[in-house]
């Protein structure tokens, strides 16, 4: 599913997120300490390889809503946008801080002239965030980043299941396009 808002488009697509090849940049869910984990962070690193964790060490610790960008090394994209999700029901205001990731990652592929970024759903899976709610707030803040967008022409949602990518394909059927 593709909508555009304001000249960008907003793409859904189900699939890996280590496996979009034309994207500038693809975001990792971390972990604090910007190492290997499960999900998506133990993927993105598999698929970079160990050069990538060496460039994420000096950079460690994120706190919760914070991004940091890297080289992609092994991956097939520029680079790696790090955000480190809220824990939900223990980072607050959840809600503020899972926006904060989507916003600051845009902004940081924005700074580098980047034209498209990738994004899995942030803090849905070991973090324990709904997937519904979640999907809103990443959608909303998304859109509202597109609009203020001068460089980022495709933002790419990429949903790991089916069942994510219906909840998300839903939240975006009624977002109010402009
Ligand atoms: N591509 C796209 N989405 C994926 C992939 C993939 N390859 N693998 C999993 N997902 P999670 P979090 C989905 O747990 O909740 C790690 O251990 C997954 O189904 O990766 O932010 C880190 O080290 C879910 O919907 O991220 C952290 O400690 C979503 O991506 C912690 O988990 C996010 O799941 C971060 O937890």
């Known amino acids: 599913m593709k909508l555009q808002i304001a000249g960008v488009t907003l793409e859904l697509t189900q699939g890996d997120i280590t496996r979009q090849t034309d994207l500038d940049a693809v975001v990792n869910a971390a972990n604090a300490q910007l190492m290997p984990g499960g999900g998506v962070a133990g993927a993105i690193h598999r698929a970079a390889g160990p050069g990538l964790e060496e460039e994420c060490?000096?950079?460690?610790?994120?706190?919760?809503?914070?991004?940091?960008?890297?080289?992609a090394h092994d991956l097939p994209n520029r680079h790696v946008i790090h955000c480190l999700?809220?824990?939900?029901?223990?980072?607050?205001?959840?809600?503020?801080?899972?926006?904060?990731?989507y916003e600051r990652a845009i902004q940081l592929a924005e700074d580098a002239g980047l034209t498209s970024i990738g994004f899995p759903a942030l803090s849905t899976g070991a973090f324990g965030y709904p997937t519904r709610d979640a999907a809103s707030i990443a959608i909303d803040s998304v859109?509202?980043?597109?609009?203020?967008?001068?460089?980022?022409d495709l933002i790419r949602f990429v949903l790991f299941s089916q069942e994510d990518y219906e909840i998300h394909r839903e939240v975006l059927s009624n977002l109010a396009v402009d």
């Not at 060490?57 to 080289?71: E, F, Y």
């Not at 859109?143 to 980022?152: I, M």
């Open 57 to 71: 060490r000096s950079l460690a610790p994120l706190r919760p809503g914070q991004a940091v960008m890297t080289g």
């Open 85 to 101: 999700g809220p824990v939900y029901g223990v980072d607050e205001p959840s809600d503020q801080l899972l926006a904060s990731c």
């Open 143 to 152: 859109a509202r980043a597109a609009r203020a967008a001068n460089r980022l």
